[in-house]
């Protein structure tokens, strides 16, 4: 396992356009975050998954956003009507809830998905 | 809601020691992590304290907890110019979701 996949690395989009974003967390890890994260500023929760279940979302996550995580695996961050302000990197991170000791592992991220919307 | 601070930059010479502070609200915080951030990727996790400890010491990081203060802070000895990064502070309550600062951006001259 090499840790949190996601995909693409980069993706430039004309505003008013659809993206959508992959994520492949470590296999053993049962919860997975996405964040975003803009210039200047420390990451920011958007939502998160334990297994296929979306337990949290923040107010960021306008109705615009939509994430999946069908079958508690890999999980999809869509944006639809792409605004300039969604510009920042989309990160994905991952933890593992099973064991108790690992509780304090911390999360493992990924390297992102940087969006610029023109 | 939490709230977790940190001062913008650091800049120290190659050698010397290196200290980040920061400062959370949320009493209910159980973890407290470090992650260090280089240019275009994404984070990585340093080390974590769990709030009943008051020290952390890992090879060249000590992490050390005031918990009645809610002040956590990262000291790396002997700094090396490839220390260079922004340095997130996190902390996590009975919630599961990490709630980070905005980062300080320590330099490293020679």
């Known amino acids: 396992d090499t840790g949190v996949s996601q995909d693409p690395r980069h993706k430039i989009t004309k505003r008013g356009q659809n993206v959508t974003f992959r994520c492949d967390p470590i296999?053993?890890?049962?919860?997975l975050y996405w964040y975003r994260q803009t210039l200047g500023q420390g990451p920011e929760f958007l939502t998160y998954?334990?297994?296929?279940?979306?337990?949290?979302k923040s107010r960021l996550l306008s109705d615009r956003f939509s994430a999946e995580r069908p079958k508690g695996s890999f999980s999809t961050l869509e944006i639809q009507r792409t605004e300039q302000g969604d510009s920042a990197m989309y990160l994905c991170?991952?933890?593992?809830?099973?064991?108790?000791?690992?509780?304090?592992?911390?999360?493992?991220f990924g390297s992102g998905t940087r969006l610029t919307v023109v | 809601g939490e709230d977790v601070e940190q001062s913008l930059f650091l800049s120290v010479r190659e050698g010397d020691s290196s200290v980040i502070n920061c400062t959370y609200t949320?009493?209910?915080?159980?973890?407290l992590y470090w992650y260090k951030q280089e240019p275009g990727a994404g984070l990585q996790l340093l080390t974590y304290?769990?709030?009943?400890?008051d020290m952390k010491q890992d090879q060249r990081l000590t992490v050390l907890l005031n918990k009645k203060d809610k002040h956590l802070s990262l000291r790396i000895a002997d700094t090396q110019t490839g220390d260079s990064a922004i340095y997130f502070c996190?902390?996590?309550?009975?919630?599961?979701?990490?709630?980070f600062g905005r980062g300080t951006s320590l330099i490293v001259h020679p």
């Open positions: 296999s053993e890890h049962n919860r």
């Open positions: 998954f334990q297994n296929e279940a979306q337990l949290e």
């Open positions: 996190a902390e996590r309550g009975g919630s599961y979701i990490p709630t």
């Open positions: 304290i769990f709030s009943n400890m």
């Open positions: 991170a991952s933890s593992d809830s099973t064991t108790g000791g690992s509780l304090s592992y911390g999360y493992t």
């Open positions: 949320d009493s209910s915080s159980t973890y």
